[in-house]
């Protein structure tokens, strides 16, 4: 998976939001596959308009557990904001993550101006549920 700065940096070399678009598609791509099998209820992430799926694999527990995702969505667009989140918090430790200023990050690729109102919703969700699943973890849950 590509670093999170690495992308950040193309999206600033990007400068035309058609390529940012491609760029996004393009990541989406890369994204590893979440198996079937995990495609459950379980692993939904509501408040998303496309269908998306979160899996979390601690290693470890409490605060300094590493965590692992692999997610899936049946949008290419979502495919490639699921990589850059998942740029974000890949291998941190669960206090890492709920600590982090994801949305902060974000910012500074100048999604939030270019996604529509839905897919930005959705965005919050998945951070949400990152946030959500790191406590988790660190509580011991």
């Given at each position: 998976m590509r670093a999170y700065q690495d992308i950040a940096a193309d999206?600033?070399?990007?400068?035309?939001?058609?390529?940012r678009y491609r760029y996004i598609i393009e990541l989406g791509k890369e994204l590893p596959n979440l198996p079937e099998e995990d495609h459950t209820?379980?692993?939904?992430?509501?408040?998303?308009?496309?269908?998306?799926?979160?899996?979390?694999?601690?290693?470890g527990s409490g605060p300094g557990a590493k965590l692992h995702f692999l997610a899936d969505s049946d949008a290419i667009i979502v495919k490639g904001l699921i990589y850059i989140l998942l740029?974000?918090?890949?291998?941190?430790?669960?206090?890492?993550?709920?600590?982090?200023?994801?949305?902060?990050?974000?910012?500074?690729l100048?999604?939030?101006?270019?996604l529509t109102q839905q897919r930005a919703n959705g965005l919050a969700s998945m951070i949400e549920r990152l946030k959500r699943e790191?406590?988790?973890?660190a509580e011991g849950g």
């Open positions: 999206f600033e070399f990007l400068e035309d939001w058609e390529d209820e379980e692993n939904r992430v509501h408040g998303c308009v496309s269908q998306v799926w979160l899996k979390v694999i601690p290693e740029s974000m918090v890949e291998g941190k430790t669960a206090r890492e993550i709920m600590d982090m200023d994801i949305a902060g990050q974000l910012e500074r100048g999604l939030q101006e270019h790191a406590r988790k973890v």
